[in-house]
């Protein structure tokens, strides 16, 4: 039958400039979130987590925004890197170690 | 430490042929998870299991998939009578329980022809 491929959203940005992945979640009710990189070939990749009872938290480089108001993560990279090409993707924990759901995800392509 | 591990990395099935995918979690993660993931979109939820108890199978498409991790360390995904449909990267992770991340293996690639 007929295949239908995705097109992921774009993210191109030069090489030290800041990056910003958005991600909006689906429910309300979700506890905990995570961001991933996934490189071609590879699987997902941790990169930070935030709990609902948090606005933001600072990693390596990395920062996580969550907007629990309309339902917002953000990703914010420092000075992007070559490395970190790569497609993110958050995810949201509904129940307490329970399934992970992933949003569709954004392609970052880094130029030197 | 050595992370999540699945086989094989690439397999290639006749439509109509059964399969086994293995998943082989980081040793003392109590929750263990299987993931679909077609080209160009992100991963979709299949099941799930807390040691060897299965709790949700609601991602699961068909029932031509099962799942079973019956000592509650290694799991098995089986795909019965696999269809071109089923050609997707087959993803497993494994967490220690609770709201912890989940680690992720280097997926399964299934091509059915």
């Known amino acids: 039958g007929e295949s239908v491929g995705l097109h992921l959203p774009t993210l191109s940005v030069q090489e030290g400039d800041n990056s910003i992945i958005n991600c909006a979640y689906s429910?309300?009710?979700?506890?905990?979130f995570i961001w991933y990189k996934q490189e071609s070939g590879k699987g997902p990749q941790f990169i930070i987590d935030?709990?609902?009872?948090?606005d933001k938290r600072q990693g390596q480089r990395v920062t996580v925004l969550l907007n629990k108001t309309v339902k917002h993560l953000s990703l914010q990279i420092a000075a992007t890197q070559p490395g970190d090409s790569a497609v993110y993707f958050c995810?949201?924990?509904?129940?307490?170690?329970?399934?992970?759901?992933f949003g569709q995800g954004t392609e970052l392509s880094v130029k030197p | 430490g050595a992370g999540v591990s699945q086989s094989p990395r690439y397999k290639v099935a006749k439509r109509g042929q059964d399969v086994a995918l293995r998943c082989d979690p980081i040793s003392g993660h109590v929750s263990l998870f299987w993931y679909q993931q077609a080209l160009g979109q992100g991963p979709e939820f299949l099941t799930y299991f807390q040691n060897e108890a299965q709790l949700d199978k609601s991602g699961l498409p068909s029932d031509r998939f099962f799942a079973e991790r019956p000592e509650g360390s290694v799991s098995t995904l089986k795909i019965q009578r696999t269809q071109q449909e089923d050609s997707a990267v087959y993803l497993c992770a494994s967490r220690p329980g609770g709201n912890t991340e989940a680690f992720f293996g280097q997926g399964t690639r299934l091509t059915v022809v």
């Open positions: 429910n309300s009710a979700s506890d905990y």
């Open positions: 995810a949201e924990n509904l129940h307490q170690g329970g399934k992970l759901i």
């Open positions: 935030i709990r609902s009872n948090m």
